[in-house]
């Protein structure tokens, strides 16, 4: 098992700065998910680690030891490819095995391992086939196999399932969490969808646009968000998110009319000065016009969940999404009372984004 | 979808498919059915006309110890400047697929000798490796008789052989590269995970998945050694010394042209051309039955 230190790296391909100087400290057996949207650089941080792409500034180390300057196959770490990489004139058994092949392990000892590989992955029957023969969650089984024979000290895993479909997803997400709770090894999974890091993450990494944005259980994550970037990316639905300012009765005024009552804010900013409001949609409930905090809004549409639904409305010009469970119908158009439940609402600086602490 | 277009006047198809016609029956078919004819006739001692021998000019050339020597230095000569070729090409291509940065500049730097004419090459190659000058020649001067391609019969063949070799190795090198940016990056990225260092992925991974084209360039190769030594043996050593550089193609230009032994010479380039058509069968075979990874 290996510990990950990350310190003040950077990345430039040619002239353009894609990482701009990322620190984390990733514990010994922690499954670390690094989350982000598209061209972030997420795949690049991991390839870093990989050894895949030079490291332009600062210092990886792998349990304590500095493995810029080492190549791939001496960091010992095994990497799970989006397209997963089979080397598609090998059968399945050669794919896996190939890394002991070239480990020069012998024969005997390589098959066993192979197979035992095979077994936890329920593989066995498609030892013979090549890559080409196999369904899509096969090769990504494969993919893991390879990764899982050489007993590696870190797994990296780079959206390991983005091909595959949605249910097929769930089933190999536990796959992966029942392979970390049975192994125990370093694992830094990346991924775009939010589900899945939540789900997997003992810690999570947000980042966005080559900077980290936030560090810390996904509970925490979700509960606190660092920044704005960070709440607007966490939770589906997303926040709701408000720019405007506080008047003197506690009220918080958004820019395009809606007021809401906010008086546990009170104090935290001057009144008049811009700050961005969030608030999930599971935190605005449905009420009746008498309660404390109650504001009127027309119900523009619902979009069912099942369970649930999101009431997408229109309080005095202001858009807002709230969570209903109640089942009661609701058509376009219908008047409703909505209110902000106290304890979680989320402010953040309209300079820089940060969150403001209350 | 049908592909096909319609001419409203009848000469038009004809004068455009013309030249190209011409080109192939003056350069190909004409000069097939003379070497055909001269096959299998003798022109008769005293004159008068040729005379039917069936297959006997093909017997007189197999039972010719000497034949049999070209064949087999031809072959040598085949294989040799293949590999050498192939070898030196795939390698160069793997470096520049490794670092992709440059890659035009070298594509067009080593395609460049494909573009010279086979004998400007030998006059090139003859000073390159004359005896008596530049690196050669120092080697020479400190121990002199080391290399004389002049006298020496093997210096002369492994002359010809590495500047057929390096003007192939151009034309190689597209295909190797071209070949070798096909294959996803991943997959050797993943070879690299899983330990191999960049030779060992070169031979377990990219290789075996540039089978088809490697197999390709060996029959093109193969098949540009046998007939396209022509020009730069007769620049460089004229199949000398005493023959010792005399392949199968260059036989013929000397058993028919120096020789006058034209019946023997139409044989011999008959079985030149079975050869080169045997290779091309293989390569359409091969073509047909190829091995496609997705
Ligand atoms: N070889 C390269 N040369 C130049 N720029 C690159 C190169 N590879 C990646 N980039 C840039 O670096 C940034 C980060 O890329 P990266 O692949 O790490 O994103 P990502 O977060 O993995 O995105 P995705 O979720 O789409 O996979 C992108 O803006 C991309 O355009
Ligand atoms: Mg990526």
Redesign the pocket.
Known sequence: MAQITIKGVK?N??K?A??HGVDVNIEAGEFVVIL????????????MIAGLEDITEGEISISGKVVNKLEPRERGCAMVF?NYALYPHMTVRKNIGYALKVAKVPKPERDERVMKVAESVSLVPFLDRRPGELSGGQRQRVAMARAMVREPKVFLF??PFSNLDAKLRVAMRSEVRRLHRDLGVTSVF?T?DQTEAMTLADKLII?NA?RVEQIGKPTEVYNNPASRFVADFIGSPAMNLFEGEFDAEGQFMHGTGGRFRVEQLNGVRAPGSKVVLGVRPESIRRTGADTHGAFPAIVDYVEELGASRLIHADANGSRIIALDTDSAELLSGTPVHLALADNSLHLFSIEDGRRITH | MERRAYYRNGWLPWLLIGPQLILVLVFFYWPTTQALYWAFTLEQPWGGGNTWVGLDNFLAIFRDREYWTTVVRSAFYAIVTTGLSMTVALTLAAFVDRSLKGTRFFQSVYVWPYAIAAPAAGVAFRFIFAPESGLIGSINAIWPGIWNPAINGFHALAMVIVCHAWLGIGYNFIFFLAALQMIPRSITEAGAMDGARPFQRLIDLQLPLIAPTAFFLLIMNLISSFTDSFGLIDVMTEGGPIGQTEVMVYKIYFDGFKGLDYSGAAAQSIVLMLLVIGLTFVQFKWVERRVHYN
């Open positions: 990345k391909y040619a353009t894609v990482i982000g949207p598209s061209g972030c650089g997420k795949s690049t941080l991991l390839r989006q780079d959206e990346v775009h980042m080559g």
